[in-house]
């Protein structure tokens, strides 16, 4: 049923319904503005979400008793919400949030998405953000829809039916942008360091920030690179127009570019909009490790909060403090590692708060969660170098992190390998 406010469209919201929210770039802000208006008047709803935006009405303290987020990722909007005890995280690898669903394990009453208007047939488009929602669409009871005309229309597992909506509004409003991060001289060198590591007909999976653009600019004399990624950004953008990214080489979905979101500027999404060289998939399926590893040569690129000397990762919080969540770092990690040719790589600045913390420390902070494990780990790369994990003792991976990290803690991470861990660095 059409209606003419998103306030109207969440009314059917009722007491103790369980809510899925499409997330990323695609946030339906405008039905989660709604939804925090409407809260007021119910009771025990719950929120099921990945990172959102433009969601901070979700984080208001009156809400305690009319509407909780669970937040299986992180973001600037549900950081202090979680940290204050007003929201809960639930780790889980992204790839296994529609299982949740489709076995019915979570049950879901109802679920908000944004979507681009209908076609000839009356077929609307999830547009840059896929992931969990398409399980979400299968499974809830009611679907509440807002239709933006800004929307890109893209490929995949996009599609849903009009009539498939049991109430929709229709605005037109920005998408969300993210702009380029900018460079330091300390991530163009990461960047570099990571480029490194890439040959003619790789297959990437990255992320979006800094250290991902400055490695893709570092690309432009290499060949046949193809993308299988949980999402990309702008970085991608001149290699595509180069020839550089075709797809050519994949065994999977040869010829395009698989996601299951995106987040950039307005040129990203103009690039996406009615290219069926992008497919926007399940992210059950583009997670899924036994897709990954079909392709080969794929390089998993991704990032870390800390890394100790025994090569455990932690990439979603800062000590007991939750700052992301852990994604699909693993899926990627692991996939990686099962391919032909397959590779990973975790990307880092070597220190933090201004050069005075080592991100390459003895030991993990107490609290902090080890999202790819020492024994999953490969690459580590730093300003100052890569560390080859794999298949490393813990001396040898202890002795190749601590050249990696900056120089004016390398003595004391070596005294404390020795007296913490009763290693024997060499080198």
């Known amino acids: 049923m059409r209606v003419?406010?998103?306030?109207?469209?969440?009314?059917?919201?009722d007491n103790n319904d369980v809510i899925w929210c499409q997330s990323m770039a695609a946030t339906p802000y405008l039905l989660l503005d709604a939804l925090a208006e409407v809260a007021m008047e119910r009771h025990n709803l719950t929120l099921l979400q990945l990172h959102t935006e433009k969601s901070g009405a979700l984080c208001n303290p009156e809400l305690q008793g009319h509407l909780r987020q669970r937040a299986f990722f992180v973001g600037a909007a549900t950081r202090n919400a979680v940290k204050q005890g007003l929201a809960d995280y639930v780790p889980m690898f992204l790839s296994e949030i529609p299982k949740l669903f489709r076995s019915q394990e979570q049950h879901l009453d109802a679920v908000l998405i944004q979507v681009s208007p209908p076609d000839a047939h009356g077929y609307c488009s999830l547009g840059i953000s896929v992931e969990a929602t398409r399980a979400a669409l299968q499974m809830a009871k009611k679907v509440i829809a807002w239709i933006n005309p800004r929307m890109p229309r893209t490929h995949g597992d996009s599609f849903v039916h009009v009539s498939q909506f049991t109430r929709y509004f229709e605005h037109s409003a920005p998408m969300p942008l993210h702009a380029q991060p900018q460079q330091s001289e300390v991530t163009q060198q990461i960047g570099r360091n990571v480029a490194a590591l890439i040959g003619d007909g790789d297959c990437l999976?990255?992320?979006?920030?800094?250290?991902?653009?400055?490695t893709l600019a570092c690309l432009g004399d290499r060949r046949d690179l193809g993308i299988h990624t949980e999402m990309f950004s702008d970085g991608v953008l001149?290699?595509?127009?180069?020839?550089?990214?075709?797809?050519?080489?994949?065994?999977?979905?040869?010829?395009?570019?698989?996601?299951?979101?995106?987040?950039?500027?307005?040129?990203?999404?103009?690039?996406?909009?009615?290219?069926?060289?992008?497919?926007?998939?399940?992210?059950?399926?583009?997670?899924?490790?036994?897709?990954?590893?079909?392709?080969?040569?794929?390089?998993?690129?991704?990032?870390?909060?800390?890394?100790?000397?025994?090569?455990?990762?932690?990439?979603?919080?800062?000590?007991?403090?939750i700052y992301s969540g852990v994604g699909g770092q693993m899926d990627f990690v692991r996939g990686a590692s099962l391919s032909e040719g397959g590779r990973s790589v975790i990307a880092l600045p070597a220190t933090a708060a201004g050069g005075s913390v080592s991100r390459i420390s003895t030991m993990l902070s107490p609290g902090a969660g080890v999202v790819t494990t020492r024994a999953h780990v490969h690459y580590i790369a730093t300003e100052y170098g890569v560390a080859n994990l794999r298949a490393r003792s813990m001396n040898e991976r202890a002795s190749e992190l601590i050249k990696v990290a900056a120089p004016q803690f390398q003595e004391q991470l070596?005294?404390?390998?020795?007296?913490?861990?009763?290693?024997?660095?060499?080198g």
Not at 4 to 13: C, D, L
Not at 254 to 276: C, E, H, K, W
Not at 310 to 319: E, F, I, K, P, T
Not at 414 to 426: N, Q, S
């Open 238 to 321: 001149p290699l595509v127009r180069a020839g550089v990214i075709n797809n050519s080489r994949k065994r999977k979905h040869r010829g395009r570019i698989v996601t299951t979101f995106a987040m950039g500027s307005q040129a990203l999404y103009d690039f996406v909009d009615d290219n069926p060289e992008v497919a926007f998939l399940d992210v059950e399926y583009t997670n899924d490790t036994s897709v990954i590893r079909q392709n080969k040569q794929v390089m998993a690129i991704n990032s870390a909060l800390q890394v100790d000397l025994s090569g455990q990762v932690c990439a979603d919080s800062l000590g007991t403090a």
């Open 414 to 426: 070596a005294r404390e390998a020795r007296d913490t861990w009763g290693l024997h660095i060499t």
């Open 4 to 13: 003419n406010t998103a306030v109207e469209a969440v009314s059917v919201i």
């Open 205 to 214: 999976q990255m992320g979006i920030g800094a250290i991902p653009d400055a």
